[in-house]
């Protein structure tokens, strides 16, 4: 088995990427599968694109796809115009779990913030998510903030 | 009194808007005032300029600063390519707290979100701002995740 590596998404892994957004017991009813792409990934993928401050990024071992999650790179005047690196839509294959694939995924991740120029790393997890929860706190980060949504 | 405004932040507003962000108990500690401006400030109100994803707006009452707020439309592909409103750095001026200015300023918000095309808006509250927590649920935030922070 070849190592893991981690690299910028290209539109191409668009299928593989909504197949693990979807392989996902929250996720799930939450994405669109078929046979064919919809049109909506790759208007999102476009979208991801055209903003510098966006990174959707993959683990790939053998050339397939076994995980994805977002960056996004977000200044602010807070904390003295500190620039946030936050993490959304991690997603890891089945296979792939347990084994030290997701903890290098998120330390490379962490390592594109600080090279980026970011002074902290956030993201925010479903409170169902026990496992991510320990996955995250293991990582070094703290829940320090409660993660509030509203549906428009 | 003349009603309140809101509307994007200028770099005129810089001096009042971290004066805000530095009255409050939180965040005091992790700002720098002083009688003139922190560079670190003029520089990230640039890059907030320059990337046309961030909104950092203000709320106004005769002529003064009364509130701020920054607004970050991030795409993504999860949840079938739903972009999202993220709130970040809510600051209501002391005079102004509990006469529903927070409110409309974070209806207003929301509203700016939804005319953006977000299909979710999202925030992360200190676990210690109990009155915040009130604040956003009234709004029909829901606490559904935790909020993860990592210092680099």
Chains 1, 2 share one sequence.
């Not at 078929?34 to 979208?47: E, M, Q, S, V, W």
């Not at 980026?116 to 829940?143: I, K, M, N, P, W």
């Amino acid at each position: 088995m070849k190592a893991v590596a981690f690299r910028r998404a290209v539109s191409a892994d668009l299928p593989a990427i909504v197949a693990l957004l979807a392989d996902d017991p929250i996720g799930s009813g939450r994405e669109s599968v078929g046979p064919k792409l919809d049109p909506c990934y790759t208007d999102a993928f476009a979208a991801i694109e055209r903003d510098p401050n966006q990174l959707l990024a993959v683990a790939e071992r053998d050339n397939r796809v076994v995980g994805v999650l977002q960056l996004s790179f977000i200044p602010g005047l807070t904390r003295r115009g500190l620039w946030r690196g936050q993490v959304e839509g991690v997603r890891v294959a089945a296979g792939e779990r347990g084994g030290g694939t997701g903890r290098a995924f998120l330390e490379w991740a962490i390592d594109e913030c600080r090279r980026r120029g970011c002074g902290l790393v956030q993201l925010t997890s479903d409170e169902r998510r026990a496992d991510a929860h320990r996955f995250y706190e293991a990582l070094g980060f703290r829940a320090t903030h409660r993660g509030y949504k509203l549906a428009l």
